[in-house]
């Protein structure tokens, strides 16, 4: 599954972007610095591995490369700035949030906002605070518009599902694209019923230094990004900077293991986590404890399914077909921790479906288990 490390510009490539990292000029000898290039853009890691080549001072970085990083950079910078400024409007009206995955990585541990690379913001904030910071984004300038065709922007049903999306442009013309979230860790895959309680993640969290941006606590973080990866599947865009997220956060942050894995357990997310971990640790040499992945890993036989399956896919080429619909779906389904999981995804309860889709009487049921059915292996219709 891993044998593409043997290629010395993607060897190269992730030992420049993990978070600790030993390099010499020696290391560089014989190395076509576009091909690196072209690589690191492809998995855009291109700002991440220049911004770590300046810092580090080993050699000198190509011009085309050093211009597509201060464009990188400026983009990025504006997005910290501007997540920032919410965070601020927010809370000087009494509404706590906390920004997600890259965002908040960038704010808390990231010096150079061009070393996290990010599409756009994601937040979160309590369900009772939904509404109001909804009013609060569109006082200030911001469009209420989702990306996909599939969503249309009715207030009352993004609601009920949890999120909204919005855009606001940016000095170069371009949307920058901030997401609004009551759930955490909210995904198709993930049990309704075992989503970490918000008001549980704002009780643990804490404000980034001279910032009014909440982020999660480290074992709340880390498993919050090792679902954020699951959710892509490992294998898909962005491509390997996914994986930087555990990296960062294990790198930068002092992670109490018994929590973390109480966590997971309590989410049923034992596998799609293992893989989480195990991933970066060989990618990057991640500081993951082997008493950890040996607690997560899934048995052989279901273990060797999805390595299978992942192999196929392969972790180069992102933008590539990775999956058939088929093996997409025996994929996602192989991650679940039981098959009891795997049908509470599909059937949490009468009253989920009665507060999801606004069933009023149980004949309806059917056709709503099916339209889930349908959602959950990406079959979806236009609202």
């Given at each position: ?8 510009h993607?060897s190269l ?25 072209k ?25 085309y ?11 990025l ?5 501007k ?24 704010t808390d ?12 913001i994601d ?9 109001q ?17 599939f969503?249309?922007?009715?207030l009352d049903?993004?609601?009920?599902d ?10 170069d ?14 995904g198709r ?10 008001d ?5 969290c804490?404000?980034?230094d ?21 959710k892509?599947s490992?294998?898909?865009?962005p491509g ?46 991640t ?6 992945l040996?607690r ?5 036989s ?15 080429h992102?933008a ?15 991650l ?21 889709y ?6 309806a049921l059917?056709?709503?288990i ?5 959602d959950?292996?990406g079959?979806?219709k236009?609202?």
């Amino acid at each position: 599954m891993f044998d593409f490390m043997n290629n010395k510009h993607v060897s190269l490539m992730l030992r420049l972007s993990a978070e600790v990292r030993s390099l010499s000029k020696e290391d560089f000898c014989d190395v076509d610095m576009e091909e690196l290039y072209k690589l690191c853009l492809e998995h855009e890691l291109h700002g991440v591995v220049a911004s770590h080549i300046l810092r580090d001072g080993i050699i000198e970085l190509p011009e085309y490369w050093h211009q597509a990083y201060e464009k990188e950079q400026a983009r990025l910078e504006f997005l910290k700035a501007k997540s920032a400024e919410i965070c601020s409007l927010m809370r000087a009206e009494g509404i706590p949030m906390i920004i997600l995955k890259n965002g908040g990585i960038m704010t808390d541990i990231v010096s150079d906002a061009a070393a996290c690379p990010m599409e756009d913001i994601d937040s979160l904030v309590r369900k009772s605070d939904f509404l109001q910071a909804h009013g609060i984004l569109i006082n200030n300038g911001f469009n209420f518009k989702f990306r996909s065709e599939f969503e249309k922007e009715l207030l009352d049903e993004a609601f009920a599902d949890g999120s909204t999306e919005y855009y606001i442009l940016m000095p170069d013309g371009d949307k920058m694209w901030f997401e609004l979230s009551w759930r955490a860790v909210a995904g198709r895959w993930i049990r309704p019923d075992k989503e970490p309680p918000t008001d549980a993640l704002f009780d643990r969290c804490y404000f980034s230094d001279g910032t009014d941006v909440g982020i999660l606590s480290p074992e709340d973080n880390l498993l919050q990004v090792c679902i954020h990866t699951a959710k892509h599947s490992y294998v898909r865009s962005p491509g390997l900077r996914l994986h930087l997220d555990v990296d960062r956060i294990v790198s930068n942050k002092q992670i109490d293991w018994d929590i973390f894995i109480e966590r997971v357990e309590q989410t049923h997310v034992k596998t799609s986590t293992y893989y989480s971990l195990m991933i970066p640790k060989v990618l990057f040499g991640t500081n993951i404890p082997d008493a950890v992945l040996n607690r997560l890993k899934p048995r052989k036989s279901k273990a060797k399914k999805i390595e299978k399956l992942l192999g196929r896919a392969g972790l180069l080429h992102p933008a590539g077909r990775k999956f058939s619909k088929f093996s997409f779906l025996r994929f996602q389904t192989s991650l679940y921790d039981s098959a009891k999981d795997m049908l509470r995804v599909l059937y949490p309860s009468y009253e989920w479906y009665k507060t999801r889709y606004g069933i009023k009487n149980a004949i309806a049921l059917p056709y709503y288990i099916i339209l889930r059915g349908l959602d959950l292996v990406g079959i979806r219709k236009k609202k």
